[in-house]
């Protein structure tokens, strides 16, 4: 799968996306609305990550689905 995808289904992928990174609350997804950079940013502030690290995360995850 691919990120176009994911923004393009952004209200079916918000329960996966929480699944994989419970910290991230309603609010926060619905700030990040499907904007892979604000994803990203947002792993990395929850859970002290570096933005490589956040990136590669997220590209497992898409790997997944």
Do not use: C, P
């Not at 502030?45 to 570096?50: F, N, P």
Request: hydrophobic content about 30%; cysteine-free; aromatic content about 10%.
């Amino acid at each position: 799968m691919n990120w176009n995808q994911v923004e393009g289904n952004w209200e079916q992928f918000k329960g996966k996306v929480q699944s994989k990174w419970g910290k991230l609350t309603n609010d926060d997804l619905d700030v990040i609305r499907g904007n892979r950079r604000q994803l990203s940013g947002r792993i990395q502030e929850l859970y002290g990550k570096a933005q490589e690290d956040a990136e590669a995360e997220i590209d497992e995850w898409l790997e997944r689905h």
